[in-house]
């Protein structure tokens, strides 16, 4: 007679009962009067204590092999005084069935799988399904299902309404150069870089919006940041002006933070990912777009442009020196006012100074760039005339602009990258740890 029971299920009345637990072998230690086997189900580990004799007598070491399924019965027990195990408890087998053998070459991939193991290497991708077995791969999918949540939750709280755009589209948000486009019935149709412009057609009847989809970018660079299919968290939100915008990521931000804090199983995988992560002090810093440039300029060592000349006015701040900058400041820093050029055609402008934009980019330590937002053009002759300048046939675009004819309002919203937040608050070197399976240029598979 045994129980069965998930690794999860941690009360105290199992202690002393005899349990069933499937599982597959995460470690292994043999000794003399007895062999240990850490098991782990994605739900918990558990110390399994198997003593030489009859039990172990006739099995050689491959039937131990890591990542082997198995199903183990015996006694639950607290680990005696000075011991260490998962949750403070251990299982003296009685019986075992092997469920799912496995060859004993693993090793490579999964419990070794640390933040220090190179994600670029093609063995490491091409192994992906097994990699995800490792401690710290499956620590930051949980994590990440936990941050997802934290959104949900948090969108909730502040009245927001989930909508699902579509990801099959005949319209850009972000510049032509990233559209990854595909037949479609005769017709050529992309993948969403964004599903904003859908989001901002919907405010008038749903008020405030969200929504958790993936985003695609035919990204033709190799970056610790870029990947080509994203999931982007983005929202929308209606009369308002640019300081709400802000305020309101900010609150948002440390919301999902505080959630992801408070419950001890999402807070115990951040802090084996992220042992040193902080929550941000509030305010977060703010600083105009021009400003930045008289900061990176200012620096004792220059921070250059990408031509290896000082910025001026006008430049885009890339990765490299976004970077620097992010890494010397070490504090959330909202990025605003960025000239119109170099931004979206249906960025705002600011009414105070017409050459930039009521636009922001959240940047992070470690990572750079994590969100970016702005408020929408909400005037229709300024629209029509922006579509214009940036070379945009507005035909396709009908139902979005008519947004503008029909009732028009203030206002705004951004975009967030769950991975490139998850890179910042589980201090991973690259978006790709933050994926299930990273699809960026040359990689579609596993
Ligand atoms: O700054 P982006 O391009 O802004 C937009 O797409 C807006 N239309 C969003 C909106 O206002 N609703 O992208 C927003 C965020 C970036 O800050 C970044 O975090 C993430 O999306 N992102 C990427 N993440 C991973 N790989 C890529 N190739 C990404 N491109 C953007
Ligand atoms: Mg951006």
Redo the contacts with the bound molecule.
């Keep these: 007679k045994a129980e069965r029971i998930k690794l999860s299920q941690k009360d105290e009345g199992l202690i002393g009962k005899r349990v069933k637990v499937f599982g597959r072998i995460h470690r292994i230690r043999v000794q003399k009067a007895a062999t240990f086997l850490e098991i782990k189900d994605g739900y918990g580990k558990l110390q399994c204590i198997l003593p030489a004799g009859d039990l172990t007598r006739n099995h050689d070491a491959l039937l131990f092999a890591q990542e082997t399924a198995l199903a183990v019965y015996g006694l639950l027990k607290r680990v005696p005084e000075g011991a260490e195990a998962p949750d403070g408890r251990e299982l003296h087998v009685d019986y075992f069935e092997v469920v799912g053998g496995a060859p004993s070459d693993l090793e490579a991939f999964s419990n070794k799988v640390s933040k220090d193991q190179d994600p670029w290497e093609a063995s490491m991708l091409d192994n992906r399904h097994l990699v995800l077995r490792g401690d710290n791969a499956s620590a930051v999918m949980k994590l990440r299902e936990a941050i997802e949540l934290a959104f949900v939750d948090s969108y909730r709280e502040m009245e927001f309404t989930k909508v699902s755009p579509p990801a099959m589209v005949q319209t850009q948000?972000?510049g032509g150069s990233?559209l990854f486009g595909f037949p479609y019935y005769g017709e050529e149709a992309y993948l969403t870089?964004?599903?904003?412009l859908y989001?901002e057609t919907v405010i008038q009847s749903l008020g405030n919006v969200y929504c958790i989809e993936k985003?695609f970018?035919a990204?033709k660079s190799l970056t610790r940041?870029?990947?080509?299919e994203?999931t982007?968290v983005?929202?929308?939100m209606d009369f308002i002006e640019f300081d709400d915008l802000l305020e309101h990521i900010e609150e948002l931000i440390c919301r999902v933070v505080d959630k992801v804090l408070a419950n001890p199983t999402s807070a115990a995988y951040l802090k084996l990912l992220n042992p040193g992560f902080q929550k941000p002090s509030r305010p977060f810093m703010r600083m105009r777009y021009a400003d930045a440039i008289d900061w990176l300029n200012a620096q004792e060592e220059p921070i250059l442009n990408e031509e290896g000349k000082p910025h001026v006015f006008g430049d885009d701040i890339a990765e490299a020196a976004e970077r620097k900058m992010t890494d010397i400041i070490n504090r959330p820093i909202f990025l605003t006012h960025f000239p119109v050029e170099i931004k979206?055609f249906y960025m705002q402008k600011d009414p105070k100074d017409l050459r930039v934009t009521e636009s922001v980019?959240?940047l992070m330590p470690g990572v750079g760039?994590?969100?970016?937002?702005?408020m929408r053009m909400f005037d229709y002759e300024e629209l029509i005339e922006a579509y214009k300048k940036n070379d945009i046939g507005h035909e396709p675009y009908y139902w979005y602009t008519e947004q503008r004819k029909y009732g028009t309002s203030p206002h705004g919203?951004?975009?967030?990258?769950l991975?490139?937040?998850i890179a910042w608050i589980a201090n991973q070197h690259t978006?790709r740890t933050c994926s299930l399976y990273p699809r960026f240029m040359g990689r579609a598979k596993p």
Excluded: K, P, W
């Excluded at 870089?193 to 904003?196: E, T, Y």
């Excluded at 760039?369 to 702005?374: K, N």
């Excluded at 919203?413 to 990258?417: A, E, I, K, N, S």
């Design positions: 948000v972000e990233t870089q964004s599903s904003q989001l985003s970018r990204e940041r870029h990947l080509s994203y982007h983005e929202a929308e979206a980019d959240v760039e994590i969100v970016g937002g702005s919203g951004y975009g967030l990258g991975e490139r937040f978006v």
